[in-house]
């Protein structure tokens, strides 16, 4: 279903539930695409494609609101979902924290977020680069034993109207590449990572994935142990995109309300090192979701989250039902209810973090004793208010000594507030590599808590 | 209808060419009640429903789903699954085999008394609403967040295969809870009841959770909180671990679930979720655990999250020993995996899909702890010093399943056989086969299920709803107070 058509079914749905006596409406028309080759031992073993479609509508009466959602567009599906809807709203007690569906406002749409190439792209287009992965993986070395990964094409596309007159849509294609590989020699194992995230196959560079992911696996063959303790570390853009979503949570209103965020604790202080500077803006290209709008049609602001290492009333993320609980205007951040069992609340899918001027080069010149970290994993919250999170290093974890990369070392966990971890920014990259979703450079911290090791 | 769209689907994609097809025609329907600080935050319905085709062309794997359920879209959608397992056979190694089972006809459907979609939606809101107000007056000043929750699912689907089967299931699960979150000066505590992040969820009706009787644990739920935030601090040291089912359950799922699954042991997770240290040479020899470890995948189990009555490949029902007196004895497969390693009784029928748009994928069923012989009360007095710890709060563990750190919402020291204080902000560490071989008391009076509805898993990700049966267990020397 085109973007057009799209708006027209949720321009009708919210007609239609204001024609059956709905105060207010917002109606929310979707179209997902996932197309996905994905490859393990070397060979594809899963290869998917998905077209999935669904309406979400919501209406207030009286402040009773009725929430649904359907996973289909066609004329009997919204008017079920309107019907229903409004049934719900008629049993629910009133919400009095809630003030209203947010007012239109004018955006500007944003050009070349959509290839139509990439959205509608062929599976042996996918399989001929998930083969061409593998095969250069293997030409790394011999001793390279299984190739791993996935290849994703595909799109997603909602339009969003309400009664007051919001009018609003948004549509990107997207293209992400990943690749695993997993060296063995004299019993030992290697793994390495790399991955592209775009909105074009054009901007998928499948050589320099492969390569470098087989790179870093021929590279963490027979790991030394290194002692739990603290270290300098190096954290390549993987490792700090998974670790600021985490920290992002203490900016969202929802967290800010409850009292467990960090930001609540620590208005108008500078929390992090001066030269942290973290901004939310889904306008921005160099993000990978980008959009004008939000999921309720509220134009996407640029948010700074952190300026100067400062963080304050301002760094926090609204959709209209947080920021009408404080009498304030939603910041553009709702969440796009892509899903059925969709979130409610804000969320941050836009984030860059602000490049310095060194290279990773230069960091690992810098650190006498420390360890490179090229991705975290399994990342969970400990601590709410001070942000300690626990999670492990994968995919190639290396010990610096003198200034230079010495010897592999086996997975570690950290447990540490990250509060402190990024206080300690020593120096920031001066390139920036987009996540899914933060943009984000390499940085050198002054120390990093290591409380484990994991066996090879 | 539904029956039709689906044989069309089968009879496009067998016609183009396909050596095997399944077709699963699923339709969803979800239910999500939400109460915060006496406010209805979430008062939600979900209607999903679609066709996922399945198909073996040239010996490699295609797969396609829609929720467009017209004629054309759902001929699209199989021929297109036929061409996506076209371009998987330019990047095969081997042909995919599949282990035999019967295509049987048959249908299950979930045992409940009371339908949870027909209790009129006043009745379940007024119940998490009375239990969120309990909660919210034990203290004005101190609970700053009281929330209660209601979630309820309906699953209707068809099974079709090229083989012949023909299955009709209906599996409906639902289940809540409460949680509150008392704060002062910045530190934050949470108690949450039967367990935490929603609650607790079994396959059945609203009489299970009417038998939660949420208000009636609401006050000593909020209590607990308050009683944390003037507790110490959990203490950096090594000690005996006693672990209440609430945290046990998510234990058994990370440290023993993930790693018996098959598909992670031969490599086609690695890109994502990792692979495991239970590799297919420790199979029947590895010392996993100490002899009164014995853990099973059983899909039976009545009440089971993870329980239903054929697996989403067909293959019915099973009960399946992983763990037995401590030894590693079999894997969580499906119909390829167990091919390829010639698993003698085939399939363990743990193939699940989240969605008609998912491809089915190993996934647990119910991962049980069998009891032991203790009582919980014995347990602790046996204890002269150790910690037993409560609900699990956070969780976090490696790629291969070794090492892992879980906290908990609350905790109690115990000296000379008795909870002799509270204590907050309790982690524990260590590596999965040392930890469990260290157990050493399983107790057998508080065994049950427990429902967990958010397993990740694969790619593109899905969702799966599984169980876990536990009770309290006790573990020594085990590293505890991380954090």
């Avoid at chain 1, 057009?4 to 997902?32: M, P």
């Amino acid at each position: 279903m085109s973007l057009e058509n799209l708006s027209e079914v949720a321009r009708k749905a919210t007609r239609l539930a204001i024609k059956k006596g709905a105060d207010q409406a917002e109606a929310t028309a979707y179209t997902l695409v996932e197309d996905l080759t994905r490859f393990a031992n070397s060979q594809i073993h899963q290869n998917v494609a998905t077209h999935k479609e669904g309406l979400r509508v919501r209406v207030v009466l009286k402040k009773r609101i009725g929430d649904l959602a359907v996973g289909a567009l066609d004329p009997p599906s919204i008017l079920s979902a309107v019907r229903d809807s409004i049934k719900i709203a008629k049993l629910s007690p009133p919400n009095e924290l809630f003030k209203s569906l947010p007012e239109p406002k004018k955006y500007t749409a944003l050009r070349g977020t959509f290839d139509r190439r990439t959205a509608a792209c062929d599976p042996n287009f996918r399989a001929d680069n998930a083969k061409r992965a593998i095969q250069i993986a293997h030409d790394k070395a011999n001793f390279v034993k299984a190739v791993a990964g996935s290849y994703m094409t595909g799109s997603s596309s909602f339009a969003v109207a309400n009664s007051l007159g919001t009018d609003a849509k948004a549509q990107v294609s997207l293209a992400q590449m990943a690749v695993t590989v997993i060296s063995k020699k004299k019993g030992s194992e290697g793994h390495g990572y790399y991955s592209g995230f775009a909105r074009s196959t054009r901007e998928i560079d499948v050589d320099t994935i492969a390569e470098k992911a087989a790179d870093k696996s021929v590279k963490t063959i027979q790991p030394a142990r290194l002692e739990p303790g603290e270290y300098e570390a190096v954290l390549a853009p993987d490792a700090v995109a998974l670790s600021l979503y985490y920290v992002s949570n203490g900016f969202l209103a929802t967290w800010f309300q409850d009292g467990t965020s960090f930001v609540k604790y620590n208005l108008g202080k500078q929390v992090f090192d001066e030269k942290f500077n973290l901004k939310d803006d889904g306008r921005d290209m160099a993000t990978l979701y980008v959009s004008p709008v939000d999921g309720e049609g509220v134009p996407k602001q640029a948010l700074s989250l952190v300026k100067k290492g400062f963080v304050d009333e301002r760094s926090i993320s609204y959709d209209s039902y947080t920021a009408g609980k404080e009498g304030k205007k939603s910041t553009g951040h709702a969440s796009v209810p892509f899903i059925e069992a969709f979130a409610a609340g804000p969320d941050l899918v836009n984030m860059l973090l602000a490049p310095g001027d060194v290279s990773e080069e230069e960091m690992i010149k810098e650190t006498s004793r420390g360890v490179y970290v090229s991705r975290f994993w399994y990342v969970r919250t400990v601590n709410q208010p001070r942000m300690i999170l626990t999670g492990l290093t994968r995919d190639g974890t290396f010990l610096i000594e003198n200034g230079e990369i010495t010897k592999p070392v086996r997975n570690l966990r950290f447990t540490d507030s990250f509060l402190d971890v990024y206080k300690g920014t020593q120096m920031i990259g001066k390139d920036q590599e987009r996540q899914t979703l933060a943009t984000v450079p390499t940085l050198k911290v002054s120390k990093l808590r290591f409380t484990g090791v994991s066996e090879e | 209808m539904s029956e039709d769209l689906a044989r069309v689907a089968l009879r496009t994609v067998q016609k183009l060419g396909a050596s095997y097809a399944d077709v699963r025609y699923v339709r969803i329907e979800s239910e999500n009640l939400h109460v915060k600080k006496g406010v209805p935050e979430e008062i939600r319905k979900g209607v999903l429903a679609g066709i996922g085709v399945r198909a073996i062309v040239k010996g490699a794997w295609g797969f396609a789903g829609t929720t467009t359920l017209k004629r054309a879209s759902i001929v699209d959608t199989a021929k297109k699954a036929y061409k996506v397992a076209c371009a998987s056979a330019r990047a095969k190694k081997t042909d995919v085999k599949l282990s035999p089972t019967l295509a049987k006809k048959a249908k299950y459907s979930t045992p409940f008394k009371k339908d949870p979609f027909k209790v009129p939606l006043q009745e379940k809101l007024d119940a998490i609403k009375a239990a969120e107000r309990t909660a919210a007056a034990e203290s004005k000043d101190l609970i700053r967040t009281s929330s209660s929750f209601f979630r309820a699912h309906r699953e209707r689907k068809l099974f079709l295969s090229s083989e012949g089967a023909k299955i009709n299931q209906t599996i409906v699960w639902c289940g809540g809870g409460l949680s509150a979150t008392a704060i002062k000066n910045g530190d934050v505590q949470v108690r949450s009841y039967p367990a935490s992040f929603r609650g607790n969820f079994n396959t059945a009706g609203y009489e299970f959770f009417e038998s939660l009787d949420l208000a009636g644990h609401a006050s000593e739920t909020a209590r607990e909180a308050i009683q944390l935030l003037s507790a110490e601090k959990c203490p950096s040291t090594t000690t005996t671990l006693i672990t209440a089912g609430d945290q046990l359950a998510l234990q058994v799922h990370e440290s023993c679930g993930h790693p018996t699954e098959l598909d992670r042991a031969l490599g086609t997770e690695a890109d994502y979720a990792g692979t495991s240290f239970l590799t297919t040479d420790k199979l029947g020899t590895f010392k996993y655990g100490s002899p009164k470890v014995n853990i099973s995948a059983d899909a039976t189990t009545p009440g089971g999250l993870g329980t239903f009555g054929y697996d989403d490949e067909g293959v019915p029902a099973k009960n399946i020993p992983l763990i037995k007196r401590g030894v590693f004895v079999n894997y969580q497969s499906s119909r390829e995996t167990a091919a390829l390693l010639n698993l003698p009784k085939g399939s363990s029928g743990g193939m699940r899909a989240d969605s008609p748009l998912a491809m089915p994928i190993v996934r647990m069923t119910n991962i049980n702890l069998l009891p032991g012989d203790w009582k919980v009360e014995e347990l602790i007095r046996d204890t002269q010093e150790g910690i037993l710890m409560l609900t699990n709060k956070s969780w976090s563990i490696d790629d291969r399943r070794l090492n892992f750190q879980f906290g908990t919402e609350a905790a109690w020291l115990i000296r000379s056989g008795s909870k002799e204080q509270m204590i907050k902000q309790a982690t524990y560490t260590g590596i999965t086969h040392q930890f469990w071989g260290s157990c050493d008391a399983v107790s057998n009076d508080d065994w049950h299920m427990h429902g967990t509805p958010t397993c990740g898993k694969g790619v593109p990700g899905q969702v799966m709803y599984v169980g876990h049966g536990v009770s309290t267990a006790r573990f020594r020397n085990v590293q505890v107070g991380i954090a």
